[in-house]
């Protein structure tokens, strides 16, 4: 099991925890939407609950709970920038489908 960060993707999850001081890491998880099932949800883990799985990758701490890691095992989180927008996105081999626009995604 493992989650990885490319190198953008570990600068700015760097650049985003150092404002964020005694947290735990970054939170990836997931959320029923779209017409698909799922979407990703990447934020601050303010700390790690019972059942939290920590990975580490390019010295930032990655915390799934374990409901998701059945869904985001294997996942390399990117960081893209295109014109005046940015985000992270997900190279995920679980997946076996997603919606036209990107928004979500199935796994198998």
């Known amino acids: 099991?493992?989650?990885?960060?490319?190198?953008?993707?570990?600068?700015r999850a760097v650049s985003f925890l150092a404002k964020h001081p005694g947290a735990a890491?970054?939170?990836?998880?997931?959320?029923r939407t779209g017409c698909s099932g799922w979407s990703?949800?990447?934020?601050?883990a303010s700390d790690v609950a019972p059942g939290d799985r920590v990975f580490e990758d390019r010295g930032v701490h990655i915390v799934v709970d374990e409901q998701a890691l059945a869904l985001v095992d294997g996942t390399?989180?990117?960081f893209e920038r295109s014109g005046l927008n940015a985000q992270f996105v997900f190279t995920n081999p679980n997946v076996v489908g997603a919606c036209g626009c990107g928004e979500s995604f199935s796994v198998g």
């Open 1 to 11: 099991m493992a989650i990885t960060l490319s190198a953008a993707a570990a600068e």
């Open 76 to 78: 390399e989180i990117g």
């Open 40 to 44: 990703y949800v990447v934020d601050v």
């Open 25 to 31: 890491g970054m939170r990836l998880g997931v959320k």
